[in-house]
Nanobody
Framework: QVQLVESGGGLVQAGESLRLSCAASGSSFSLMGWYRQAPGKQRELVARIFSGGRINYGDSVKGRFTISRGNAQSTVYLQMNNLKPEDTAVYYC?????????WGQGTQVTVSS
């Protein structure tokens, strides 16, 4: 069973930065990424990276967030710069291995104005 371990959330002020990490046990991935869900809103894509290197970002984070792969086979990072109060949400790591999908438990990011 694949397990995803997330870290790096916290409370920051607007304009500051955070880096989220997601480490997965098990095999290499088809894609890994970050999604977020704010209270009363649907879960949305933040950023994802495919095994071949293609990257997608959500429109609201383009130019501020960067997703990257770690040296370990199934580790991804999300560098979040110039954070805004509207970035406040629970951030979830997602991993897809062929047709199987796995989610982390989520890490809270809170940005104060």
């Amino acid at each position: 069973q694949v397990q995803l371990v997330e870290s790096g959330g916290g409370l920051v002020q607007a304009g500051e930065s955070l880096r989220l990490s997601c480490a997965a046990s098990g095999s290499s991935f088809s894609l890994m990424g970050w999604y977020r869900q704010a209270p009363g809103k649907q879960r949305e894509l933040v950023a994802r990276i495919f095994s071949g290197g293609r990257i997608n970002y959500g429109d609201s984070v383009k130019g501020r967030f960067t997703i990257s792969r770690g040296n370990a086979q199934s580790t991804v990072y999300l560098q979040m710069n110039n954070l805004k109060p509207e970035d406040t949400a629970v951030y979830y790591c997602r991993m897809v291995v062929i047709t199987d999908e796995y989610w982390g438990q989520g890490t809270q990011v809170t940005v104060s104005s």
